[in-house]
């Protein structure tokens, strides 16, 4: 088991015929991906990455029964992108992008809401379900399946400690990059519920980093979660009212930063790796209280 | 982005937001001529991207042209907070009964914009709510229609604003609501909005952040951004297209991925270093990037040594490498760098760096230990 990607999950890639959606696209269905389709508008008929290329989202679901998309359309049309795609009745939304203005994401949250379905991101590297296959962009080969969950706001930082996992012979059940924006799609908690209820899933690692109360609230639910978790927080080192390259990364007044996010946590009895390097041995330890 | 007093004035006198008439003084001279086609005192108010203006003399009173000309002389060229002040807005002084707050902030909770407002005015709002938050009426703008007139007349009726301003302050937080939706703002706030004298309701003072991702649909917007006297690396880095951010310290870092980068400032300070920047390259970086990133940096005159932490996915090891070959001529002679690489690419791109006789670290942490100490051997160098 895993949550949100699975054997049963029909990718469609919004955006294929640009750069950046083949090429990520190829990559998709070489991890073993279930991508049926494309859409780029204007395009319907083509064929992409060997896929059949639709005008419209809706058109590709009728066509492929797919229940989940992939975004990487660019940042003026990806708010339109998420809320074709919630409309259409896809489920699962991920989408790539990054500088989507925050109005637009906002405006299409209402949208994703009202059809009841599941953003994630935007300004995300997507999820990865080891021995599944992935939305988005994450280097396939550096995951392993296993019984560790894994949230995190950031990419290459997702990257660098799920390899410390793997190396450490510790597998992932699945893996997602929720976005470094101030305003997402799904947060901590929404992630945190599905890893609680997921039978393969043993133990949670979340990697947060300053800005917002993301953290925070996601210290307040784990008071209430059966299964371990075992947190990092990235900007110790982060001045106030700097953007630290993330839209949301920033400390404004006495909120969202790092000293605050570690205190929250160890008070709902989350051990918060100093650096990077403790998280495997962390994680060994909540596995084997588990058990 | 931020913009200057007058530039947020600007843009709310376009939703027909009432505010004094005046106009911006680059000189004592011109403030004087201002002053003389406005009639009556004056107020010399500092234009400079910081608050706390008041406190620190940047807001100075004229009853005459020529007490205007002589405010002016003394408020341009004055520090505040470490930026120089440029140009002053010179407008009629108003005659103030009272003293309001209206604001409007982007939420990440509730994923809206917030109106805030409070009867508690002209003073700093992060201090009405820390002591006094009852004092604090806040409600969410739904985006499908924005906020309608008579919800706006409900906030300011629940907040204890008086009937004497509750229509046109209505009319004022409605408009504000628009300003703020339609320039794609992240703050905007009036504060003092302010009842005269005579009964006219004014926005006094204005500030306005604009969301950086939105200004390609704002291009007149756009072009008032200005260089950030405290900060022209920072300045110029936007304008070639890098994510950098000076601090304080003395170990360049350049990274890619914001969380990464993050990571490696940290894993630095742990390691007993102090970063002098966040520089994050992004995802696909080619050689060039990663040489005009190194030479950026390199520009800092703080910087003693340059940590390069990249972790291939859709950045490949031997373009970086091949970047930080290509920037070593341009580079100081003896800038200790070590570089890090890990994922795609990263066998070649190590062999290209030993070919080159460049350092580099197994790990993040080994790389930071490395540069860290690098730093400190050739500043006990140079003492000895």
Avoid at chain 1, 265 to 273: E, F, N, S, T, W
Avoid at chain 2, 284 to 305: C, H, I, N, Q, S
């Amino acid at each position: 088991m895993s949550i949100l990607l699975d054997e049963h999950t029909r990718v469609i890639v919004q955006g294929i015929t640009g750069r950046e959606g083949s090429y990520h696209t190829t990559r998709m269905l070489e991890a073993g991906t279930k991508v049926v389709a494309g859409v780029t508008p204007g395009k319907g008929g083509q064929s992409a990455c060997g896929l059949p290329v639709f005008d419209t989202v809706a058109e590709a679901k009728a066509a492929t029964d797919a229940n989940a998309s992939c975004i990487f359309v660019p940042p003026a049309g990806a708010a339109d992108a998420i809320m074709e795609a919630a409309s259409a009745g896809i489920k699962l939304i991920v989408c790539i992008t990054e500088f989507i203005p925050v109005l637009d994401t906002a405006r299409a949250m209402l949208v994703v809401r009202e059809h009841g379905a599941t953003l994630i991101g935007p300004n995300c590297p997507g999820l990865c379900t080891p021995g599944q296959g992935k939305i988005g962009i994450m280097p396939y080969q550096i995951f392993t399946p296993g019984p560790v969950g894994f949230i995190s706001r950031s990419g290459t930082l997702t990257y660098e400690v799920v390899a410390l996992l793997t190396e450490a012979g510790i597998g992932q059940s699945t893996c997602i990059g929720i976005g470094g924006d101030p305003i997402i799609g799904s947060t901590f908690v929404d992630h945190l519920k599905l890893f609680e209820q997921d039978p393969q899933t043993q133990a949670v690692v979340l990697c947060g980093e300053i800005g917002g109360s993301d953290e925070e609230d996601a210290a307040e639910f784990i008071k209430t979660m059966k299964k371990p978790v075992v947190a990092f927080i990235s900007g110790r080192t982060a001045p106030p009212g700097k953007r630290m390259g993330h839209a949301g990364a920033i400390i404004s007044g006495n909120t969202g930063t790092a000293q605050g996010k570690v205190a929250a946590l160890q008070a709902a009895g989350v051990p918060v790796a100093e650096t990077i390097f403790d998280i495997p041995d962390l994680v060994k330890a909540a596995l084997a209280r588990r058990v | 982005m931020k913009i200057h007093e007058y530039q947020a004035k600007e843009i709310l006198a376009r939703y027909g937001i009432p505010i004094q008439p005046g106009r911006v003084a680059y000189t004592p001279e011109e403030a004087e001529a201002i002053a003389r086609d406005l009639g009556g005192p004056v107020v010399i108010k500092a234009q400079v991207y910081v608050g706390g203006r008041g406190k620190a003399g940047g807001i100075q009173f004229g009853n005459t042209p020529e007490e205007a000309r002589a405010a002016a002389a003394r408020v341009l060229g004055m520090n505040i907070k470490g930026l120089t002040v440029q140009k002053v807005l010179v407008v009629s002084k108003l005659e103030i009964q009272e003293e309001y707050y209206l604001g409007i902030v982007l939420d990440r909770k509730t994923q809206a914009p917030v109106v805030m407002v409070s009867t508690a005015g002209g003073v700093d709002i992060e201090e009405v709510a820390a002591t006094t938050p009852e004092k604090i009426i806040k409600q969410p703008i739904d985006l499908r229609w924005g906020l309608r007139p008579f919800e706006a007349r409900n906030i300011l009726a629940r907040a204890g604003f008086p009937s004497a301003v509750i229509a046109r302050g209505g009319s004022i937080l409605t408009a504000l609501a628009r300003a703020f939706i339609e320039s794609d703002a992240n703050l905007a706030e009036i504060n003092p909005l302010v009842l005269t004298r005579d009964g006219q309701v004014q926005a006094a003072d204005a500030k306005i952040v604009l969301d950086d991702n939105a200004l390609y649909r704002h291009r007149d917007y756009a072009a008032w951004e200005e260089p950030e006297e405290a900060n022209p690396l920072e300045f110029e880095a936007h304008k070639e297209g890098l994510t950098y951010v000076k601090l304080n310290g003395n170990v360049g870092i350049i990274g890619n991925g914001a969380g990464l980068v993050m990571t490696t400032l940290d894993m630095v300070a742990a390691c007993g270093g102090k970063p002098a920047n966040f520089l994050d390259i992004g995802g696909g970086a080619r050689a060039e990037v990663m040489a005009k990133a190194l030479t950026f940096v390199a520009r800092d005159p703080d910087v003693k040594g340059i940590l390069v932490n990249i972790f291939g996915g859709i950045t490949r090891g031997e373009e970086v490498a091949r970047g930080v070959i290509m920037a070593q001529q341009q580079l100081p002679a003896g800038l200790p760098i070590v570089v890090r690489l890990s994922g795609t690419g990263a066998e070649e791109g190590r062999a290209m760096l030993k070919d080159a006789g460049l350092d580099w670290g197994k790990d993040m942490r080994d790389a930071a230990q490395k540069i860290v100490a690098a730093i400190q051997a050739k500043e006990k160098g140079q003492q000895a």
